[in-house]
T-cell receptor
Framework: EPEVTQTPSHQVTQMGQEVILRCVPI?????FYWYRQILGQKVEFLVS????????KSEIFDDQFSVERPDGSNFTLKIRSTKLEDSAMYFC???????????FGQGTRLTVV | QQQVKQSPQSLIVQKGGISIINCAYE??????FPWYQQFPGKGPALLIA?????SEKKEGRFTISFNKSAKQFSLHIMDSQPGDSATYFC???????????FGGGTRVLVKP
């Protein structure tokens, strides 16, 4: 069964450092998303990406965040200068089209120390 | 107006019992209502979803009931099993929308 894959599963980084979280969406999907979940809390939307551009972003997704689809298969989230409060699980998701079933990856646990 | 409110926060049910989780939304532009199941350390997994043109959808032991006028929808887990112990999230999206708005989650524990 096709699935969204994310790497790494766990990333520890120093405050102020840049991190790149990687995702391989399901191959025939056209919409890509990043969500985050602070421990024990609800899943929060960060950004959606379609046709090589951001289609929607939340207030959380400020200038420190960026997304990219560097090739035909990968989708990345970059945090330029990490803060302690960026510590969370980051989930990538994809869907065939907007407003339909979104499938999530297993997540990357980001720990900022 | 973008919120989705979910209750209860936690639920304990005996094996074989019925788990009921409720969600309410405000934005009438929401058109797609999925439920996700999440186990510790894992990503949310799509369980079942409904659109407002039907009032109920059933898949196996999982049923969504939808009340458009009240802007509420609920998940019923029939014959609950210990393997159903997980956190359940309701969510909502607009037609052709590009983001899911999640409820706060319900931690379900099924006792053997």
């Amino acid at each position: 069964e096709p699935e969204v894959t994310q790497t790494p599963s766990h990333q520890v980084t120093q405050m102020g450092q840049e991190v790149i979280l990687r995702c391989v969406p399901i191959s025939n999907h056209l919409y890509f998303y990043w969500y985050r979940q602070i421990l024990g809390q609800k899943v929060e939307f960060l950004v959606s990406f379609y046709n090589n551009e951001i289609s929607e972003k939340s207030e959380i997704f400020d200038d420190q965040f960026s997304v990219e689809r560097p090739d035909g298969s990968n989708f990345t989230l970059k945090i330029r200068s990490t803060k302690l409060e960026d510590s969370a699980m980051y989930f990538c998701a994809s869907s065939v089209q907007g407003g339909t079933e979104a499938f999530f990856g297993q997540g990357t646990r980001l720990t900022v120390v | 107006q973008q919120q989705v409110k979910q209750s209860p926060q936690s639920l304990i049910v005996q094996k074989g019992g019925i788990s009921i989780i409720n969600c309410a939304y405000e934005n009438t532009a929401f058109d797609y209502f999925p439920w996700y199941q999440q186990f510790p350390g894992k990503g949310p997994a799509l369980l079942i979803a409904i659109r407002p043109d039907v009032s109920e959808k059933k898949e196996g032991r999982f049923t969504i009931s939808f009340n458009k006028s009240a802007k509420q929808f609920s998940l019923h887990i029939m014959d609950s099993q210990p393997g159903d112990s997980a956190t359940y999230f309701c969510a909502a999206n607009k037609a052709a929308g590009n983001k899911l708005t999640f409820g706060g989650g319900t931690r379900v524990l099924v006792k053997p």
